[in-house]
């Protein structure tokens, strides 16, 4: 972050990311630079995101976003594509430790130079199988449930299927987007919908119209 000059523009595709920035911000030494300098260098190159929150985290920390409408990241890398020559300043990429590699793939295709920097890892919470067998005990068995990212998928669904018993076929799964829905095909869960942008509005539209086909 303390070297603009070095890159193109930012890439972010996770508000995860966004919070390793913050915490690296948090230092009075690094964040009087920032605040003097850093940030308007920054602003003068383009920084892309993939969606409105992780759109909303860049904007607290004074920089503009584009490209958010994209939703995901096979979109993000056409709208990049589209806007970026060959063989420019590589874009900085802070990332997860489980990050796809479509992004990486399609710009690499284009010439387009990135710097993958990880800054987060994914992990089980400690407390995920109570709190799922808390709540199913409390609440019975749901009518939908949400997957929001395919790690998500990874950690859950063992404890779902445990706790639902035969009644998992009564349930309906939603997905944000493409990339969760097709961990959880390949995990072998029925996508009953799947948002058509990763936006609270759009889940809930997919939801409503998945149980009302059920009479839920």
């Known amino acids: ?3 603009p000059e070095c890159y193109g523009g930012l890439v972010f595709t996770s508000p995860r990311a966004l919070e390793a920035i913050k915490i690296c911000l948090k230092e009075n030494s690094n964040n ?3 605040s003097k ?3 308007q260098r920054w602003n003068t190159k383009p920084v892309y995101v993939v969606g409105k929150a992780t759109a909303s985290l860049v904007e607290e920390i004074g920089l503009t976003p584009q490209g958010e409408k994209s939703g995901n990241a096979e979109k993000l890398a056409e709208y990049i594509c589209s ?3 060959p063989n420019s300043s590589a874009f900085l990429f802070p990332c997860g430790a489980l990050k796809r590699e479509v992004l990486p793939t399609v710009l690499r295709e284009k010439g387009i130079p990135l710097e993958s920097l990880t800054v987060y890892q994914t992990t089980q919470h400690t407390d995920l199988q109570e709190s799922l067998s808390s709540y199913f ?3 019975g068995i749901p009518a939908s449930i949400v997957f929001f990212s395919p790690s998500g998928v990874k950690f859950c669904l063992q404890h779902i299927q445990k706790l639902s018993g035969d009644f998992i076929n009564h349930i ?3 997905a944000i987007g493409p990339t969760t829905a097709e961990a959880m095909e390949a995990a072998g869960i029925p996508v009953s919908c799947t948002a058509e942008s990763p936006t609270p509005q759009d889940l809930a539209a997919g939801i409503q119209k998945a149980l009302q086909l059920q009479n839920c």
Do not use: G, M, N, P
């Open 1 to 3: 972050l303390s070297h």
């Open 32 to 34: 009087d630079a920032w």
């Open 37 to 39: 300098s850093l940030k």
């Open 83 to 85: 806007r970026e020559k």
């Open 137 to 139: 005990s409390q609440q």
């Open 172 to 174: 309906k799964f939603a």
